[in-house]
């Protein structure tokens, strides 16, 4: 596994009582430094010209000028400091990174992991959010669609953060070419995901939404991926499948309900990497949320030894039945079996 990583990430600076901090990527870094011996890929960041792909560019020169005027209070809960639009344009340009080197079929496919920060999965097209500026994960597959040379047409993005990712959903909506698909915490913030929200236009059909009752956990989660998931993917045929990969649904994580435990992370990690070696398309993570500086550095390094050879621990554990019936419905809505 190759790790994409830009020390200017380090200096988008929200305070230290913030949930989002520099210390997330140096826990992560210490982790992998202390068991792996990683390395890292230090790409160029993104230019406006790729945010633009997803985001209005009125909203990308008010943003930019908020940071460079200072910073402060974007919204309640989303904190910028001089320094945090260079390291959105960072934090974007690693997820580009890891989507090209993901489809790069001259050198032989890789699998990279983008560990960079702001995360993206709530910001919108025209505003910032839930700590998020730059959706990097849309960027990396609208601008890899856009470019002729990268042999990507379809692009399939999983979220398995424990929150909705309304703003991939938002930008993808009625757009037929990218499926967004999501396992989140039912209720909790921004409060969107319902499984009635399936896309419209020419994007119907390709939002695919698992809104999971507080306490899911391993054998939830796999059953999803394994009966609603794995059959949507399969049919969309993805050439580049993208990751969200928060860790915020780990069952020590200290803002959310949910139960998944560090082993269920490295399972969910070898589903999804069947899944992508099942329809050829090239798999990357790209780092979102996760809050608790131990789990969140356990969950990244556990994706790390899985592609290391590291053989998850089989999981027999019955889904409870509330779960089954959700999938049914998910099933029925989105007209499959």
Request: charged share 25%; proline share 4%; with cysteine.
């Given at each position: 596994?190759?790790?994409?990583?830009?020390?200017?990430?380090?200096?988008?600076?929200?305070?230290?009582?913030?949930?989002e901090t520099?210390?997330?990527?140096?826990?992560?870094?210490?982790?992998?430094?202390?068991?792996?011996?990683?390395?890292?890929?230090?790409?160029?960041?993104?230019?406006?010209?790729?945010?633009a792909?997803?985001?209005d560019?009125?909203?990308?020169?008010?943003i930019?000028?908020?940071?460079?005027?200072?910073?402060?209070?974007?919204?309640p809960?989303?904190?910028?400091?001089?320094?945090?639009?260079?390291?959105?344009?960072?934090?974007?340009?690693?997820?580009?990174?890891?989507?090209r080197?993901?489809?790069?079929?001259?050198?032989?496919?890789?699998?990279?992991?983008?560990v960079?920060?702001?995360?993206?999965?709530?910001?919108v097209?025209?505003?910032?959010?839930?700590?998020?500026?730059?959706?990097?994960a849309?960027?990396?597959?609208?601008?890899?669609?856009?470019?002729?040379?990268s042999?990507?047409?379809?692009?399939?993005?999983?979220?398995?953060?424990?929150?909705?990712?309304?703003?991939t959903?938002?930008i993808?909506?009625?757009?037929?070419?990218?499926?967004?698909?999501?396992?989140?915490?039912?209720?909790?913030?921004?409060?969107?995901?319902?499984?009635e929200?399936?896309?419209?236009?020419?994007?119907?059909?390709?939002?695919?939404?698992?809104?999971?009752?507080?306490?899911?956990?391993d054998?939830?989660?796999?059953?999803?991926?394994?009966?609603?998931?794995?059959?949507?993917i399969?049919?969309?045929?993805?050439?580049?499948?993208?990751i969200?990969?928060?860790?915020?649904?780990?069952?020590?994580?200290?803002?959310?309900?949910?139960?998944?435990s560090?082993?269920?992370?490295?399972?969910?990690?070898?589903?999804?990497?069947s899944?992508?070696?099942?329809?050829?398309?090239g798999?990357?993570?790209?780092?979102?949320?996760?809050?608790?500086?131990?789990?969140?550095?356990?969950?990244?390094?556990?994706?790390?030894?899985?592609?290391?050879?590291?053989?998850?621990?089989?999981?027999?554990?019955?889904?409870?039945?509330?779960?089954?019936?959700l999938?049914?419905?998910?099933?029925?809505t989105?007209?499959?079996?």
């Amino acid at each position: 596994m190759q790790f994409g990583y830009s020390e200017i990430c380090l200096a988008h600076d929200t305070g230290n009582r913030h949930p989002e901090t520099a210390d997330r990527i140096r826990a992560i870094r210490r982790a992998l430094a202390k068991r792996h011996g990683a390395s890292y890929i230090d790409p160029k960041p993104a230019t406006d010209a790729d945010i633009a792909t997803v985001h209005d560019s009125e909203y990308i020169r008010e943003i930019r000028d908020f940071c460079e005027s200072g910073g402060g209070n974007w919204d309640p809960d989303t904190v910028a400091s001089t320094n945090t639009w260079e390291a959105a344009l960072a934090s974007a340009g690693l997820a580009q990174w890891a989507a090209r080197v993901a489809v790069n079929g001259a050198s032989g496919r890789q699998t990279p992991f983008s560990v960079g920060r702001p995360p993206g999965h709530h910001a919108v097209g025209d505003d910032a959010m839930g700590f998020c500026f730059i959706n990097n994960a849309a960027v990396a597959a609208q601008t890899l669609i856009d470019d002729p040379d990268s042999g990507v047409d379809t692009a399939a993005i999983f979220d398995w953060d424990v929150h909705h990712g309304n703003g991939t959903q938002d930008i993808f909506y009625d757009n037929g070419d990218v499926l967004y698909a999501s396992t989140h915490e039912d209720g909790l913030y921004p409060g969107t995901g319902a499984i009635e929200e399936t896309g419209a236009g020419d994007g119907k059909g390709t939002t695919l939404n698992i809104p999971l009752s507080v306490g899911a956990g391993d054998a939830e989660y796999l059953h999803v991926i394994n009966t609603i998931i794995r059959p949507v993917i399969e049919s969309f045929d993805p050439d580049l499948f993208i990751i969200s990969a928060g860790f915020d649904a780990h069952r020590h994580d200290p803002i959310s309900r949910m139960r998944i435990s560090t082993e269920g992370y490295a399972l969910l990690t070898d589903r999804v990497r069947s899944l992508a070696s099942d329809v050829d398309a090239g798999l990357a993570f790209v780092l979102e949320g996760g809050y608790g500086l131990d789990t969140l550095a356990d969950g990244v390094s556990i994706v790390h030894e899985t592609f290391d050879g590291r053989k998850p621990l089989d999981h027999d554990g019955e889904p409870d039945k509330e779960i089954k019936t959700l999938a049914d419905d998910i099933r029925t809505t989105h007209g499959f079996e």
